[in-house]
């Protein structure tokens, strides 16, 4: 399994950013797809997560009712939309794949088997 992450850049407080991570390899309909971010001097932390049936969305608290986690599954590849943006948003996001996590552990960064290669979403205010 391989994943592309793609579509962060300089957004302005209030903007929005939807983020892409394509998949390749094989994936059934309760393989789990994360999204995770990381500050500057911070550690990796939980942003959305969900199975790739739809099932299971969560969202770290700071960013519900402003992210979505979905998917297209013609061509393979999750979606982050983000808006209300601020400059606390401002991170490298990554996703994440695992085919045989527990839902109890969508939220946490550790283990997951299949990380992309991480995107830049600054934040200005």
């Known amino acids: 399994v391989q994943l592309q992450a793609s579509g962060g850049g300089l957004v302005q407080a209030g903007g929005s950013v939807r983020l892409s991570c394509a998949v390749s390899?094989?994936?059934?309909?309760?393989?789990?797809m994360g999204w995770f971010r990381q500050a500057p001097g911070k550690e990796r932390e939980f942003v959305a997560a969900?199975?790739?049936?739809?099932?299971?969305?969560s969202y770290r608290d700071s960013v519900k009712g402003r992210f979505t986690i979905f998917r297209d599954t013609t061509k393979n590849t999750v979606y982050l939309e983000m808006n209300s943006l601020q400059p606390e948003d401002t991170a490298v996001y990554y996703c994440?794949?695992?085919?045989?996590?527990?839902?109890?552990?969508?939220?946490?960064?550790?283990?997951?088997?299949?990380w992309g290669q991480g995107t830049l979403v600054t934040v200005s205010s």
């Open positions: 390899g094989s994936i059934n309909s309760r393989t789990a």
């Open positions: 969900a199975r790739w049936n739809g099932d299971s969305a």
């Open positions: 994440a794949l695992d085919r045989s996590r527990i839902t109890s552990e969508l939220t946490t960064a550790r283990g997951w088997p299949y």
